[in-house]
């Protein structure tokens, strides 16, 4: 069974920096591009960022600059770095992987098997 686990949120004052990792099991991550989205309270769930297989990343235009994701796939783990975080960061943080055969963009309809989320406050 495919399972993902996103950590390392928290509450972090506005200009910090937090980074979350999203640990899979069941699958080995080297075989999936991988995404990262966040949902705010009344708000859709936005794409941040995906980083395939090979390394290649692409992020939402506004947050370029201040996320970056990375992986190890030796250990099976996705993250986000999150630098300058503004009070319009706080959201819930979600990983995901790619499903067969959807294009790969940062809509959710390419995206499956969501881990629950780790919750992320910017506030001083």
């Known amino acids: 069974q495919v399972q993902l686990v996103e950590s390392g949120g928290g509450l972090v004052q506005p200009g910090g920096s937090l980074r979350l990792s999203c640990a899979a099991s069941?699958?080995?991550?080297?075989?999936?591009?991988m995404a990262w989205f966040r949902q705010a309270p009344g708000k859709e769930r936005e794409g941040i960022s995906y980083i395939t297989n090979d390394h290649k990343t692409n992020y939402e235009e506004s947050l370029k600059g201040r996320f970056t994701a990375s992986r190890d796939n030796g250990k099976n783990i996705v993250y986000l770095q999150m630098d300058s975080l503004k009070p319009e960061d706080t959201a819930t943080y979600y990983c995901?992987?790619?499903?067969?055969?959807?294009?790969?963009?940062?809509?959710?309809?390419?995206?499956?098997?969501w881990g629950q989320g780790t919750q992320v406050t910017v506030s001083s």
């Open positions: 069941g699958i080995a991550l080297r075989y999936y591009d």
């Open positions: 995901a992987r790619r499903r067969a055969g959807y294009p790969l963009s940062l809509r959710t309809l390419s995206w499956e098997s």
